[in-house]
Nanobody, 126 residues
Framework: VQLQASGGGLVQAGGSLRLSCAAS????????TGWFRQAPGKEREFVAR????????SYADSVKGRFTISRDSAKNTVYLQMNNLKPEDTALYYC????????????????????WGQGTQVTVSS
């Protein structure tokens, strides 16, 4: 499975961006896709995830109410709509995927995912 993240860019505070994570390859992500981000000098952190079977979602507290994760099964793509962006949202955003069930505890951790995209940069100016 290959994951391709795109849609990053430079935006002013209060603006919006939509990130995409497209899956390709012989097999597809069948259980969950998540987004993580890493700011300079900081550890990678969980942002959001979606379960493919029922579209259930989970968000980090820092983005709840501003970001929305969704999926398009026909396109094997997951989106992260980011609204009301803040300078502290500036980071390299990664999408990640997992094929099989795991306790939801692990889906907020890097170790819960088997496949990773290359990252797309989001920069929010004040």
């Amino acid at each position: 499975v290959q994951l391709q993240a795109s849609g990053g860019g430079l935006v002013q505070a209060g603006g919006s961006l939509r990130l995409s994570c497209a899956a390709s390859g012989r097999t597809f992500i069948t259980y969950t896709t998540g987004w993580f981000r890493q700011a300079p000098g900081k550890e990678r952190e969980f942002v959001a995830r979606i379960i493919w079977s029922d579209s259930s979602t989970s968000y980090a507290d820092s983005v709840k109410g501003r970001f929305t994760i969704s999926r398009d099964s026909a396109k094997n793509t997951v989106y992260l709509q980011m609204n009301n962006l803040k300078p502290e949202d500036t980071a390299l955003y990664y999408c990640a995927g997992r094929q099989y069930y795991v306790n939801s505890y692990y889906l907020r951790r890097e170790s819960g995912y088997d496949y990773w995209g290359q990252g797309t940069q989001v920069t929010v100016s004040s």
